[in-house]
């Protein structure tokens, strides 16, 4: 994880905007630099680093002896750098492999550029020849970014929320900051006097299910199963890359264990110098510390183990959700053991890169309620909807709840080959088979990593993050409303439609976490869009599948 940051229009001194640029800092605690840009009054660029390759030439904002018009700044992870230099024989001057970025937009210019890149990004170029600053964001939103953007035509863009709260129009109006649109790229048009802007053009440069215009490796059989095996294969594969330690978060389920043992194999293969350690967290009880422990000893890892008690997360609850900047329900409730688990990780160990299951059950219809599909359609609009909607859920939980820390997440679920690949494959196979949600998933690999992965792992039935790090008798999503209940009056949520007319909080929970919220991010309520929820499945108040049917048979 790294932060970008960057102000113009705003007529302010650097000393002035510093503070607002440090309230990312936590994203890249090995490198800092602010700038101004040569010639365009009003303008700085912000950069908090951490290093996972080239430490020596890989700092940002990036300029090229030969290019100095371009001031490059990416959050993200190029994994095809080293085959496009080659295809188009750039000479690079630094080990970085977003440096290509800046060489492919000199060919190519914005848009082919972002089409070519396979990986995870948040992009910014400012173009001073042309007096043009772009940004762009990956198909799935897996890096963060975000745009403040007065009438008055002053431009704030930042990784997070935060670093852009505070800047008002000069008659004080709280301004809506927006997240940028994954598989989207904006280019302005900066004045030199003022850096003040004007939007050119705003539009997608690819969706979830469009096939990626980049190159791959692989080649596709006529077996599902085993194009499946072998583009989540690949998909792991590259996301290796790195010069610090690897590690996985694990917690005994299908995704997080089948990632873990991939990971594992390659490193194996590729001679890595250091076992690989994985991480679990759960209650006293938890069931995703019994299963985790499991496939941690027949994949012969590293594994740490994190037990925590109801009142240390309490604790926490606010400082969690200032790091989400969301007051989703399901969003702050599975985020405040992952924020746990990253600190842990942070303070005890030299783990830098985490590799993780996210994505898998919104591609793969791994949720219990697409049991209730009404037909394989609707379950496939669903999954693409979800994959749209995963910046303001799932990644932006895992993305908060790690770089909070220091830390780096990896998510090879959400490669766009293997996304685009699943979402062609006929429907009706996609679906929950014989009463098992992501079969094909597990059917595809079931044989393959014996020696690795155990078969009752493989067929574990879902359970939520949430869910698993609780005990059987008390869960976590019951005793953060007890929490919350013991907090909050009954007035109170009486009269929360009064107060919030906007997402009305339902519950004691609900409530609890949009008034804390509303302490640091007055006027963004927006930014949560609306509250996570299972379809189909009747008016449910509470994102639990523990209050589902279907899990509870």
């Not at 490796?217 to 330690?245: C, F, H, I, W």
């Not at 985490?354 to 791994?366: I, M």
């Not at 910046?391 to 709840?401: E, G, K, V």
């Not at 109170?492 to 409530?511: C, D, G, I, M, S």
């Amino acid at each position: 994880m790294c932060g970008i940051w960057a102000l113009l229009g705003y007529d302010h001194s650097v000393s002035s905007e510093l503070h607002h640029a440090l309230q990312i800092a936590h994203r890249g605690p090995d490198f800092f630099r602010i700038e101004t840009i040569p010639h365009y009054n009003h303008s700085f660029l912000a950069f908090h680093r951490l290093s996972i390759m080239d430490d020596l030439t890989g700092q940002q904002p990036m300029r090229l002896y030969h290019l100095p018009h371009l001031h490059l700044m990416y959050n993200g992870e190029i994994y095809n750098h080293k085959e496009l230099i080659a295809e188009y024989d750039f000479e690079c001057t630094t080990k970085m492999d977003g440096e290509v970025i800046l060489h492919l937009y000199n060919k190519f210019g914005i848009e082919k550029t972002l089409q070519l890149l396979d990986g995870v990004f948040a992009v910014s170029i400012f173009d001073t020849l042309k007096g043009e600053f772009h940004i762009g964001r990956d198909t799935y939103g897996v890096r963060p970014l975000f745009v403040l953007r007065p009438p008055s035509g002053e431009l704030g863009v930042s990784s997070e929320a935060k670093g852009l709260i505070g800047l008002t129009k000069s008659d004080g109006d709280i301004i809506k900051i927006q997240p940028f649109l994954p598989g989207h790229y904006a280019t302005f048009k900066v004045c030199k006097n003022t850096g003040m802007t004007k939007l050119i053009v705003e539009k997608s440069f690819t969706d979830v299910d469009m096939l990626p215009v980049f190159k791959t490796a692989v080649t596709l059989t006529s077996d599902v199963k085993e194009n499946v095996r072998n583009l989540l294969t690949d998909a792991v594969r590259k996301r290796l890359m790195a010069e610090r330690r690897i590690g996985c978060m694990l917690s005994g389920g299908l995704d997080s264990s089948l990632v873990a043992a991939l990971v594992v194999k390659l490193a194996r293969e590729q001679g890595f110098a250091y076992p690989i350690q994985t991480f679990s967290i759960g209650l006293p009880g938890s069931p995703d510390l019994i299963a985790a422990k499991k496939v941690a000893d027949m994949l012969g890892t590293e594994h740490h183990e994190v037990t925590f008690s109801a009142e240390e997360a309490f604790a926490l609850l606010h400082d969690v959700t200032y790091a989400l900047e969301s007051y989703d329900i399901t969003t702050n409730r599975a985020s405040i053991p992952m924020y746990m688990l990253s600190k842990y990780i942070r303070q005890n160990t030299d783990t830098v890169v985490l590799f993780s299951g996210e994505g898998a059950d919104e591609l793969a219809q791994g949720y219990i309620y697409f049991h209730k599909a009404p037909t394989a359609n609707d379950a496939h609009e669903e999954s693409k909807r979800l994959l749209r909607d995963l910046y303001l859920y799932d990644n932006l939980r895992a993305d908060r709840a790690v770089s909070a820390h220091g830390l780096e997440l990896r998510v090879p679920f959400l490669d766009k080959k293997f996304c685009s690949y699943y979402l062609s494959i006929p429907k009706e196979m996609v679906q929950p088979q014989d009463g098992v949600e992501k079969h094909l998933l597990r059917s595809s690999f079931d044989g393959y990593l014996t020696d690795f992965l155990p078969s009752e792992v493989l067929w574990r039935a879902k359970e939520a993050f949430s869910d698993g790090v609780s005990s059987a008798k008390d869960s976590w999503s019951v005793q953060l409303g007890r929490y919350a209940k013991s907090k909050i009056t009954e007035e109170e949520l009486t009269k929360a439609k009064e107060f919030y007319p906007v997402n009305t909080p339902q519950t004691y929970e609900a409530l609890f976490f949009r008034k804390s919220f509303e302490t640091k991010f007055q006027g963004q309520t927006h930014l949560t869009p609306y509250f996570w929820m299972p379809k189909w499945m009747g008016n449910i108040s509470d994102p639990s599948a523990r209050v589902l049917k279907h899990y509870k048979q």
